[in-house]
């Protein structure tokens, strides 16, 4: 099989088409033909040496972990699925045995990781880790739930978002971002959008965003929202100077959740109002296995309908990353080994 591999840290051209052997599948593990993988701001920070999650002693790397296919092979043990079913891989890898694994949730796990992988022909898989998809749910649309949308939707549900809550999402047209707002709109919500991007703007107001401001000035955005309204979450991704941005415009009793450091590793804000308002911030780090099958559900009923950028062959990989790091694109991109 071929694979993109980062050979070295850097942009598009440190990734290069390797063969490598087929995978054989051991007890509980699966063989998918992958038939579609969305690349991530995750898989970016690997290829420039900017990882947490992975050592920079790892090279050679395939990255990749939100990947749909065709299961072409399974091991012993393996229930649930079999050879020939459509599936979207869940990549969360959990310990099993820690207080989170045995109670939940799962994406608290102390050792959590993520598989990677999936930019691949073939990638072999826990098959445990599979889900089953519809028939009218299609590989590229599926492949952009795991990261963008599961994180979204772990992040709406940690703020307690219902119908005709105020949400917040600074960078509303990233991944995380335009996921965020179509699944607040889907649950009724009202959603107010930042980008410096117009065009970027006007397709996130497609998708549902009921308030869009074009600016990525701190103070000029905390002016702007308040005068829309008191926000009663904010979804973070951005981190940095978002984050003050966030908590001067929140309701008392307001929650913002924090996903990402994407304008900043480092925040800092004033103590007093953050406490005298009763202020609630939460990290959070993708969902649950049982989350993603809500969102699988809710794309087969027609909730929502991610917006696919572009789709690259497996030897376009390269040219997919240096399109995510120019910020151009809008949507999720996709590879098609």
């Known amino acids: 099989m071929n694979a993109a591999v980062f050979t070295a840290f850097g942009d598009g051209d440190q990734v290069e088409i390797q063969e490598r052997d087929d995978p054989e599948p051991g007890p509980g593990e699966a063989v998918i033909d992958v038939e579609a993988c969305s690349i991530n701001r995750h898989d970016l920070w690997i290829l420039q040496g900017d990882s947490a999650m992975v050592p920079k002693g790892a090279l050679p790397f395939v990255s990749g972990l939100d990947a749909s296919g065709v299961v072409s092979a399974v091991g012993d043990e393996v229930r649930g699925v079999?050879?020939?079913?459509?599936?979207?891989?869940?990549?969360?890898?959990?310990?099993?045995?820690?207080?989170?694994?045995?109670?939940?949730?799962?994406?608290?796990?102390?050792?959590?990781?993520?598989?990677?992988?999936?930019?691949?022909?073939?990638?072999?898989?826990?098959?445990?880790?599979?889900?089953?998809?519809?028939?009218?749910?299609?590989?590229?649309?599926?492949?952009?739930?795991?990261?963008?949308?599961?994180?979204?939707?772990?992040?709406?549900?940690?703020?307690?978002?219902?119908?005709?809550?105020?949400?917040?999402?600074?960078?509303?047209?990233?991944?995380?971002?335009?996921?965020?707002?179509?699944?607040?709109?889907?649950?009724?919500?009202?959603?107010?959008?930042?980008?410096?991007?117009?065009?970027?703007?006007?397709?996130?107001?497609?998708?549902?965003?009921?308030?869009?401001?074009?600016?990525?000035?701190?103070?000029?955005?905390?002016?702007?929202?308040?005068?829309?309204?008191?926000?009663?979450?904010?979804?973070?991704?951005?981190?940095?100077?978002?984050?003050?941005?966030?908590?001067?415009?929140?309701?008392?009793?307001?929650?913002?959740?924090?996903?990402?450091?994407?304008a900043g590793g480092r925040s800092t804000f004033d103590i007093a109002p953050f406490f005298l308002q009763y202020h609630r911030i939460i990290g959070s780090t993708m969902g649950t296995q049982p989350e993603l099958e809500t969102l699988v559900d809710l794309l087969a009923e027609g909730a929502f309908e991610p917006p696919v950028g572009e789709t690259y062959t497996l030897s376009e990989t390269g040219r997919a990353f240096d399109d995510m790091a120019e910020r151009d694109a809008f949507g999720k991109l996709v590879i098609e080994p």
Not at 224 to 246: M, Q
């Open 82 to 262: 079999d050879v020939g079913d459509r599936v979207l891989l869940c990549p969360n890898e959990t310990c099993g045995n820690c207080e989170f694994c045995r109670s939940g949730p799962e994406n608290h796990c102390v050792q959590f990781r993520l598989f990677h992988g999936a930019l691949a022909e073939k990638a072999l898989v826990e098959g445990s880790r599979l889900i089953p998809l519809p028939d009218d749910v299609g590989f590229r649309e599926a492949a952009a739930l795991p990261t963008a949308y599961l994180t979204a939707w772990r992040m709406l549900k940690e703020a307690d978002v219902g119908p005709a809550d105020l949400v917040f999402v600074p960078g509303a047209t990233g991944g995380v971002g335009v996921a965020a707002v179509q699944l607040a709109t889907a649950l009724g919500a009202e959603t107010i959008g930042t980008s410096t991007s117009e065009r970027k703007l006007e397709r996130v107001a497609e998708l549902g965003c009921d308030h869009t401001i074009r600016s990525a000035d701190p103070d000029e955005l905390v002016r702007e929202v308040r005068a829309i309204g008191d926000v009663d979450a904010v979804i973070n991704h951005l981190g940095g100077e978002f984050t003050r941005v966030g908590l001067e415009t929140m309701k008392r009793g307001g929650s913002m959740v924090i996903c990402g450091r994407t």
